[in-house]
């Protein structure tokens, strides 16, 4: 038994349910949740310093109770490598997303107390999904995450929040309601199998290898439609821009930064060694949704006039690699799909928060109302930039290495697709720096800033404005995300050996090898 | 024992309380109607009970007798209220649970 | 090919010439308005101190023997997953200390330079972070000891190059300038990353020991198909045609940016690419055909849009794209012209970059005019740009002795050396090119330098700012001198007794010697003669008459398809850039409507049909107690039907 998955998980439970129970002072509900999460951080870390990747077990730090005898269920948690960084990046974000959304200004009659303590519900909600290692307790996670969220933007949202807040839920429910029946199918079959079933994941792995193919895509099927819609895969997408729209940024943040994880992470955990036959079968579909989801991701995202539906095209890009890594079948690849998936949660969550800062500024999120913030607020207009060249993987940056991984890993098995998809790094460029030129470059101008700045002529004066550059808290709740991305852009050694075996487990349970070898090793 | 009589005085009650139930508009009489309803019920089955010789059927006949009596309480007191908030007893006037 | 030994000693430091410039952005960048006053100083200082650190270990290798010269320097594991294990580490062989002393060296004298330059600039520490950036990656590109690290320095300095370039950023040209540079070099670095795919996918590695070493096992068609993405790669970063058109619009950067990264350093690194690879290259003749056919057309395009243009700098840019052709050309010829292109390249390196800082001094006199045709006579006001400038146009039209004359008369010779009609077709565009670039240097001189001052007729400059021409300040003169020098003598010393040859042998093999149709000397005096005639038919269009202040309308058909870019940019425009918008604009709709409209429509649709369908409930009791019945009717009927049939 193992306690640190089960401090990880309750942790920010208590910490809601404390939060929760501040409401009026908001300033202590803050700095409570705050603590919570920056003592979860540091669990994190124990966490990460206990997990040997060097050890041969598929999974570590577990822990198991009997929780449902009569369906084989058991409340039992455990992390591979994937399932380690993603629980690590959660605590990461954690701290930096409740900095971000310190001074929110919240709709009418919301009480910040109950913003943070629905921040902190989503946490457990989030590690319990990357820690279960029982199905029908992924399953349970994978629905209860989507409670939290969906208050957050259905009560803390822009303008068009209900609509958004509906949309994503039932998108997410119609979901997991498909894969409820796949989980379903999983316990028949085993208990076919072993005479009594069961929803162990290790279990279950060694019980489907043998599977017939045609039960294997059903089941299949499920398990990927679900993840599909969460990942989001085009033709899925379309919650995902009208959520992250009408989110607020702190949510927005852990939306697209950990919440459309769970799809990718899925397709690791669960498709690809659940259902080995129907993965390899599948796989030609499975990339040619996520190439066109990056060309299609990325012309969306030059065209969008709105900022934050603009990250989040941005994302269906990057998703689209994700995927292409996962089904590209590969160890570069692979790994280079899960630190992708990290990069993105850092990558996409500053440019959220950078966002959400240029809009406190203006009051607008259109991109029109904008242009050549760069001369009244450099540092945002720089720390715009970086997050921009982030999100366009150029070397130096986190996201350099994972593109790339997950390209020349793509490419020996899959030339045709990796070609096309390279187009995608093309077209991020331009999304990004078209973006930042209609901002921040050329004369100041654009409804926003002039009506702000209290007129064409103090607009023009940068030390008269009333637009003011980044304030201390906000340079504070960036510089650890900058700091990360120049990290994980020079030595990302560290995370690629915790996430590499677990990728070479997971080949190996889909039975395949690697298509360029490793020579006299 | 021949059952036919029994039974078809059971068909011709149940039909005559469906039909009240249908075509009167006085919930008592509804109420009624329903009573006798059960009661066809009950006749028919104590009637099969009798005829296989076994007490299964008249234990249900009891449980159905016990379900009426609780009805009557309750639906009663739904139609006296009714009654005292609307001055009417016509089931058709209570009719806010429509679209 | 001589196999790299572990670096020691002296070299064992050298990722300190990676380290101070990357050093002095970083403290820039972070320090803000606190730097401004000596953020400049700071910068000059890591640069000259690498550049001194690049001297000492050059003379260090100097006195090593041939296979000692080439090392490498292992720092840390970058990329290790799995087969791939992408190692960040530098390689110093003859050609890279060429190149580090070339930008190290250049890099100097433009810092220097960009103090007096950029002195009236708010934000002048910013200027210099972002030069420092360039240098650092500079350098990472030519240092890096694979093809991955060689990316990561490729993409650096187009990440430098577009911030300079968008230095005016408050210029909607200059950000839409930095912007396009920027993608047109993201689509040749396409090609140099599927290269790279193509490198690990057959050997399994992407360093450049393991892949030269093992460059025989890969089959003839990849061989090809990673040449001409090199060389994608290449046309991205040193506009070469078709990708050339972000060159002279990235002239709306400040000047020195244009000296350093867009004459002398950074668009070269196409030619280090080619140069580098030359093991690649050996292998294949058809892709070094396509090399010599995208240099020879680049170097004519280069020269007659040069001669269209009125634009000072823009005249130079199109200068350097055809001298950069020039070099393709060469590196193209194999091993006989590599040596060559990187002679031209460091010979260039000097001319361009005078020229270059020539224009910025006249700029900087002439309230930031870049217009030729509003300038004439300065050189009696500005003597000492005239003369480092003259000194300069000289060495680029290839006069001899002057260093253009050495590099480039041995490339033309070279390519005169090739077999059948490729000898006499790249050897002629090569004379032609030669002629061509005469005239309109030649022309550039006389309009700014010689003649009437027109500027005196026109007396202010077109912001309104009366013209007052004078020299620059000592900072801007002393880069200008020094590079002269440079122009005049770099030729004859390197070329003498085969002496840059020689020393890259160890990365580049040995120069092979041709014996083409036309022998060396031929080829010497057809060259000075054509140069001679161009710069004489320059003269007569325009040295004897008073030329115009405003550029004439009513020109010939050539004269405008050369002042429309060839119509480079208007083909860019109509096959990519209009119809990606229309494109854009039409995935956005059909993502709204069509996919959106799915989803929103099947919303729609339940919430429709169930307001339908709840008109059944009337609200009467006794028509819910008929359906009861009816339905309790059905199921009797259906178990009757069971029960009988």
């Given at each position: ?15 809601s ?7 009026g ?12 999460s920056?003592?979860e ?21 577990t822990s ?6 009569t369906?084989g269920?058991?409340l039992s ?6 399932a380690?960084v ?13 900095g ?25 909600g ?9 199905v029908?307790?992924f ?18 949202g822009?303008?068009?929040?209900q609509?958004?807040?509906?949309k994503?839920?039932?998108y ?11 989980v ?8 076919d ?8 994941w290790?279990?279950?792995?060694t ?10 895509i ?11 819609i969460?990942a ?9 821009p ?8 702190g ?25 080995p ?8 579909v499975?990339?040619s ?14 065209g ?40 993105h ?7 959220f ?11 607008s999120r259109?991109?029109?109302d904008?242009?050549?913030m ?9 720390l ?12 130096g ?23 096309v ?11 990004v720096l078209?973006?930042?030129q ?9 409804t ?6 209290g ?5 023009k ?14 340079l ?18 560290p ?9 070479g ?12 070898a490793?020579?006299?090793? | 024992?021949?059952?036919?009589y029994y ?16 075509v009167r ?7 009624m ?43 009663l007191?739904?139609i006296m209220?009714?009654f ?9 006037d ?6 | 090919?001589?196999?790299p030994?572990a ?27 606190r ?12 640069i ?6 690049g ?14 010269r080439?090392?490498e ?19 110093l062989d003859?050609?890279?200390l ?14 220097i ?46 990440l430098?190059s ?9 210029k909607?040209?200059?950000?839409s ?6 993608l ?14 193509i ?18 096992e ?12 090199l ?12 990708l ?13 940016v244009?000296a ?17 690879s030359?093991p ?11 090399v ?5 057309v680049?170097?004519l ?5 040069g ?10 840019a199109?200068?350097?794209v ?21 002679m ?28 030729i045709?509003?300038?004439g ?7 000492i ?16 002795p002057?260093s253009?004359f ?16 490729r ?7 090569a004379?032609?090119?030669a002629?061509l ?18 500027w005196?007729e ?9 013209y ?8 801007m ?5 020094v ?14 007794g ?6 890259l042998?160890?990365s580049?093999g ?12 031929t080829?010497a ?21 008073p ?6 309308l009513?020109?010939?058909f ?26 854009t ?17 099947t ?25 009861m ?8 009927g ?8």
């Amino acid at each position: 038994m193992s306690w640190t998955l089960i401090a990880l998980l309750l942790l920010p439970l208590v910490g809601s349910v404390v939060v929760a129970f501040l409401r009026g002072n908001d300033r202590i509900a803050k700095f409570v949740a705050l603590g919570f999460s920056l003592v979860e951080l540091a669990l994190a870390v124990v966490a990460w310093v206990a997990y040997d990747p060097s050890s041969t077990a598929r999974l570590q730090l577990t822990s198991s109770a009997e929780w449902i005898p009569t369906f084989g269920v058991h409340l039992s948690f455990g992390v591979d490598g994937i399932a380690l960084v993603m629980i690590a990046l959660i605590a990461f974000l954690m701290p930096v997303v409740i900095g971000g959304a310190w001074s929110d200004k919240l709709p009418e009659g919301r009480s910040a107390s109950g913003f943070f303590s629905l921040l902190l519900a989503m946490q457990t909600g989030m590690v319990g999904v990357f820690a279960a290692t029982d199905v029908f307790v992924f399953y349970v996670f994978f629905e209860a995450v989507l409670v939290p969220m969906y208050f957050l933007i259905g009560r803390f949202g822009g303008p068009n929040r209900q609509y958004a807040a509906m949309k994503f839920f039932l998108y997410s429910l119609l979901g997991g309601l498909i894969m409820l029946a796949s989980v379903i199918g999983l316990y028949v079959t085993s208990a076919d199998k072993l005479g009594q079933g069961t929803l162990d994941w290790a279990t279950l792995v060694t019980v489907m290898k043998d599977a017939p193919t045609s039960t294997q895509i059903w089941l299949f099927l499920g398990f990927f439609i679900a993840f599909a819609i969460k990942a989001p895969l085009v033709p899925l997408h379309t919650w995902l821009p009208d959520a992250g729209a009408e989110a607020p940024v702190g949510a927005g943040v852990l939306l697209v930064g950990i919440l459309d994880k769970i799809g990718t992470f899925g397709f690791l955990r669960y498709c690809l060694p659940l259902f080995p036959a129907a993965s390899k079968e599948l796989a030609p579909v499975v990339l040619s949704l996520a190439v066109v989801g990056i060309i299609y991701g990325s012309l969306l995202a030059v065209g969008q006039t709105d900022m934050k539906r603009f990250v989040a095209y941005t994302s269906i890009a990057h998703f689209g690699f994700i995927a292409l890594g996962i089904f590209a079948f590969s160890s570069q690849a692979g790994t280079g799909a899960v630190l992708y998936m990290v990069n993105h949660g850092i990558s996409t969550g500053m440019l959220f928060l950078v966002v959400g800062m240029v809009m406190s500024r203006g009051g607008s999120r259109l991109i029109q109302d904008y242009g050549g913030m760069a001369k009244l607020t450099p540092v945002l207009g720089g720390l715009f930039f970086v997050a921009g060249l982030s999100s366009l993987a150029l070397p130096g940056t986190n996201s350099f290495v994972s593109e790339f991984l997950v390209l020349i890993g793509s490419y020996p098995n899959q030339p045709v697709f990796t070609i096309v998809s390279t187009l995608g790094m093309v077209l991020a460029a331009l999304y990004v720096l078209w973006v930042y030129q209609r901002v921040f470059q050329g004369p100041v101008r654009g409804t926003a800033l002039l009506s702000v700045a209290g007129g064409p002529g103090t607009a023009k004066d940068p030390e008269r404005s009333a637009i003011k550059d980044l304030d201390k808290r906000e340079l504070a709740v960036l510089a650890p995300l900058v700091a990360l991305i120049l990290v994980l852009g020079f030595y990302p050694k560290p995370v690629l050996d915790v996430i590499t075996p677990s990728i070479g487990a997971t080949l190996s349970e889909v039975g395949v090898i690697d298509p360029v070898a490793q020579e006299g090793k | 024992m021949t059952p036919t009589y029994y039974l078809l005085l059971s068909a011709l009650l149940f039909s005559l309380g469906a039909v009240g139930v249908l075509v009167r508009r006085n919930a008592i009489v509804v109420f009624m109607c329903v009573e006798l309803m059960l009661n066809a019920v009950n006749l028919t089955l104590v009637t099969f009970s009798r005829m296989h010789g076994e007490l299964d059927g008249q234990v249900m006949g009891f449980f159905v007798m016990v379900v009426a009596a609780a009805e009557v309480v309750v639906g009663l007191t739904i139609i006296m209220s009714i009654f005292r908030t609307r001055r009417s007893a016509s089931v058709d006037d209570s009719n806010l649970l429509k679209y | 090919m001589t196999e790299p030994v572990a670096a020691s000693g002296l070299a064992s430091l050298a990722w300190l010439l990676l380290a101070l410039p990357a050093f002095g952005a970083a403290v820039l960048l972070l320090a803000g308005k606190r730097a401004d006053r000596w953020g400049h100083l700071l910068g000059c200082a890591t640069i000259i101190a690498a550049f001194g650190y690049g001297l000492a270990l050059f003379f260090t290798t100097i006195g090593q023997s041939g296979e000692e010269r080439t090392s490498e320097l292992h720092l840390f594991d970058w990329i290790p997953v799995g087969a791939l294990d992408v190692e960040f580490g530098l390689r110093l062989d003859p050609l890279s200390l060429t190149f580090v002393l070339l930008i190290t060296g250049v890099g100097s004298l433009i810092h220097i330079y960009s103090v007096g330059y950029m002195a009236h600039e708010d934000g002048r520490r910013k200027f210099f972070a972002y030069l420092n950036l360039f240098v650092s990656a500079m350098l990472l590109l030519v240092l890096g000891n694979g093809f991955v690290t060689l990316y990561f320095g490729w993409e650096g300095v187009g990440l430098a190059s577009y911030l300079l370039i968008g230095w005016y950023q408050y210029k909607p040209e200059a950000a839409s300038a930095a912007k396009k540079a920027f993608l047109m070099n993201r689509v040749g670095d396409l090609g140099l990353a599927i290269a790279i795919f193509i490198m690990f996918n057959e050997l399994g590695t992407t360093q450049y020991t393991d892949v030269f070493a093992r460059v025989d096992e890969l089959s003839s068609g990849s061989i090809l198909a990673i040449t001409l993405l090199l060389l994608l790669g290449a046309c991205g970063k040193s506009g070469q045609f078709p990708l050339q058109a972000w060159l002279p619009d990235a002239m709306a950067g400040p000047t020195p940016v244009s000296a350093l990264i867009h004459a002398a350093t950074m668009v070269t690194a196409g030619v280090y690419l080619i140069a580098r690879s030359n093991p690649i290259y050996n292998l294949s003749a058809d892709g070094r055909l396509v090399v010599m056919i995208i240099g020879g057309v680049t170097l004519l395009i280069g020269c007659v849009i040069g001669c269209a243009y009125d634009d000072f700098k823009k005249v130079l840019a199109y200068s350097t794209v055809s001298q950069i052709g020039y070099m393709i050309l060469a590196v193209g010829l194999g091993p006989v012209g590599y040596a060559l292109g990187i002679m031209h390249l460091l010979t260039h390196g000097f001319f361009k970059a005078g020229l270059f800082l020539g224009a910025g001094s006249v700029m900087h006199g002439m309230n930031d005019e870049g217009n030729i045709r509003r300038m004439g006579g300065l050189a009696k006001y500005m003597p000492i740009t005239f003369a480092t400038w003259a000194l300069g146009y000289l060495a680029l039209i290839g006069i001899p002795p002057f260093s253009g004359f050495f590099s480039k008369d041995a490339i033309i010779a070279a390519a005169f050396g090739e077999p059948g009609w490729r000898g006499y077709v790249f050897g002629g565009v090569a004379l032609l090119g030669a002629a061509l670039t005469a005239f309109y240097m030649t022309r550039l001189l006389i309009l700014v330098f010689l003649g009437k001052p027109r500027w005196k007729e026109l007396r202010t400059s077109e912001d309104g700012r009366e013209y007052h021409p004078h020299e620059s300040p000592w900072s801007m003169r002393i880069p200008m001198i020094v590079l002269a020098v440079g122009s005049v003598g770099a030729g004859f010393f390197l070329e003498n007794g085969h002496r840059l040859a020689d020393w890259l042998e160890p990365s580049l093999g040995p120069l092979e010697e041709t014996h083409g149709a036309i022998g060396h000397t031929t080829v010497a005096i057809l060259s000075v003669a054509l140069s001679v005639v161009g710069a004489a038919v320059a003269f007569l269009l325009f040295g004897r008459k008073p030329q115009p202040t405003e550029r004439p309308l009513r020109v010939s058909f050539p004269v405008r398809a050369a002042r429309a870019d060839l119509y480079g940019n208007a083909l860019n425009e109509a096959l990519f850039a209009r119809p990606g918008t229309w494109l854009t604009r039409a995935l956005v709709f059909v993502d709204n409507k069509g996919v959106d409209g799915l989803v929103n429509g099947t919303a729609a649709l339940l919430g429709g049909s169930s307001g339908r369908l709840r008109r059944l409930q009337t609200g009467f009791v006794r028509s819910y107690a008929l359906s009861m019945l009816l339905g309790a009717i059905c199921v009797l009927g259906a178990l009757l039907m069971v029960r009988f049939s």
